[in-house]
């Protein structure tokens, strides 16, 4: 059964430091791995994703690596803003289905 | 493009009533949505799959007598919780696969709606 964990559970840091979360997940048998963020009360938005054969994904100030025989990813986020603060979330996605395992999200906070 | 709307966003009930959740494709066809629920503070967690015109898949644990879900249309699935009580409170999010360009279902990407809050007193 996978099992996806990411440590911190919370994290704050000043505005303008970059910034490293970190997901790992137990079985490397993975189809893609995605980010998301959510704000408070609100559904999930889709960051980036990264299928089992990348190494990696950028968006903007957002750069998602993926080490897939070490079973971890990490999310960077560069220059942060206060806008960022938000939970963070990885999911996989294994083979021979579509069904998104969840990590339990960091909570991140960028202080002004 | 690649929206999904849920209706209501907050829903309060009384225990022991019955309270249904739409889950729409605004500008594509989803010929499988997902309903998720999570917790305070805590993750989502998958509840079913729903394909269209065909019975939802139920995750292990789910009861799917109280959690009737029904996928009559390729923009629309409903959640219905049929006689709710205070520990179904939660926060319950679809999700819908679009079609995406060429391969299987396997490259298809989930889109997910802005959640419905639920509170059952």
């Known amino acids: 059964k996978q099992e996806v964990t990411q440590i911190p559970a919370a994290l704050s840091v000043p505005e303008g430091e970059n910034l490293v979360l970190n997901c790992s997940f137990t079985?490397?048998?993975?189809?893609?791995l995605q980010w998301f963020r959510q704000d408070p009360g609100k559904g999930l938005t889709s960051l980036l994703l990264?299928?089992?054969?990348?190494r990696e994904q950028t968006s903007g100030r957002l750069n998602a690596s993926l080490d897939k025989s070490s079973g971890r990813s990490t999310l960077y986020i560069a220059a942060s803003q206060p806008g960022d603060s938000a939970t963070y979330l990885c999911?996989?996605?294994?083979?021979?289905?579509?069904?998104?395992?969840f990590g339990t999200g960091t909570r991140l906070t960028i202080i002004p | 493009g690649a929206v999904v709307s849920q209706h209501p966003s907050r829903v309060i009930c009384k225990s022991g009533t019955s309270v249904k959740i739409e889950c729409r494709s605004l500008?594509?066809?989803?010929?499988?949505m997902f309903w998720y629920r999570q917790f305070p503070k805590q993750s989502l967690m998958l509840m079913a799959t729903?394909?269209?015109?065909?019975?939802?898949?139920?995750e292990q644990g789910v009861e799917k007598d109280k959690f009737l879900i029904n996928h009559a249309s390729l923009t629309l699935s409903t959640l219905t919780v049929t006689s709710a009580h205070p520990e179904d409170s939660s926060f319950y999010i679809c999700?819908?696969?679009?079609?995406?360009?060429?391969?299987?279902?396997?490259?298809?990407?989930?889109?997910f709606g802005p959640g419905t809050r639920l509170t059952v007193t």
């Open positions: 999700s819908a696969r679009d079609g995406g360009l060429g391969g299987g279902s396997l490259s298809y990407e989930q889109y």
């Open positions: 500008d594509f066809q989803a010929t499988t």
């Open positions: 079985d490397s048998a993975i189809y893609n």
């Open positions: 999911a996989v996605r294994g083979f021979g289905n579509e069904k998104l395992t």
């Open positions: 729903s394909n269209e015109g065909s019975k939802a898949t139920y």
């Open positions: 990264i299928q089992s054969s990348q």
